[in-house]
T-cell receptor
Framework: KQEVTQIPAALSVPEGENLVLNCSFTDSAIYNLQWFRQDPGKGLTSLLLIQSSQREQTSGRLNASLDKSSGRSTLYIAASQPGDSATYLCAVQGRGSGTYKYIFGTGTRLKVLA | DTAVSQTPKYLVTQMGNDKSIKCEQNLGHDTMYWYKQDSKKFLKIMFSYNNKELIINETVPNRFSPKSPDKAHLNLHINSLELGDSAVYFC??????????????FGPGTRLLVL
């Protein structure tokens, strides 16, 4: 059974810092991994999608890496800004069940201080 | 021009009542989903529909019944509401069935509180 864990659960950093959010999963048989952002009281916004054959994806100040063999992904945020404050969720789409469903992690609550 | 919309945004009701949540997407997507986010912020898939056909039905009580009248709509009806049903329910859509990975677009959520 696929389990997705995100560490740390919460993170508070001063503005301008580079930071790394971690996501680990127990079953390496995945189709892809997505990173989402959730703002308080809002829905989820997809940030980056990494296919199982890829090792990283970049969008602006965000860079996500994927190491399937070790069951890990990282989301790197460069030069953090107060507007980056949100909860970041990773989700993996597993091969095992054959249903292509996404399993979500519990999220990392990020606060960037001005 | 909301891509995925849900109504209502907030729903407060008594135990035992029956309620519905509606979802509409104007993206022309084939696939729609319902997720439940509990008080610990854990997000879990409930149902997935592809071209109006139910594909995924997780271990969800049969008090929950999804209905997809057309590809743009996926509604969720809940019978005999219980306290444990209190959560945020998110609707999402993707262009196709995610065999090769599809970006999912989420609605703003419906906050259900059962008293």
């Amino acid at each position: 059974k696929q389990e997705v864990t995100q560490i740390p659960a919460a993170l508070s950093v001063p503005e301008g810092e580079n930071l790394v959010l971690n996501c680990s999963f127990t079953d390496s048989a995945i189709y892809n991994l997505q990173w989402f952002r959730q703002d308080p009281g809002k829905g989820l916004t997809s940030l980056l999608l990494i296919q199982s054959s890829q090792r990283e994806q970049t969008s602006g100040r965000l860079n996500a890496s994927l190491d399937k063999s070790s069951g890990r992904s990282t989301l790197y945020i460069a030069a953090s800004q107060p507007g980056d404050s949100a909860t970041y969720l990773c989700a993996v789409q597993g091969r095992g069940s054959g249903t292509y469903k996404y399993i979500f992690g519990t999220g990392t609550r990020l606060k960037v201080l001005a | 021009d909301t891509a995925v919309s849900q109504t209502p945004k907030y729903l407060v009701t008594q135990m035992g009542n029956d309620k519905s949540i509606k979802c509409e997407q104007n993206l022309g997507h084939d696939t729609m989903y319902w997720y439940k986010q509990d008080s610990k912020k854990f997000l879990k898939i409930m149902f997935s529909y592809n071209n109006k056909e139910l594909i995924i039905n997780e271990t969800v009580p049969n008090r929950f019944s999804p209905k997809s009248p057309d590809k743009a709509h996926l509604n969720l009806h809940i019978n005999s509401l219980e306290l444990g049903d209190s959560a945020v329910y998110f609707c999402a859509s993707s262009q196709r069935w995610p065999e090769d990975g599809e970006t999912q677009y989420f609605g703003p959520g419906t906050r259900l509180l059962v008293l």
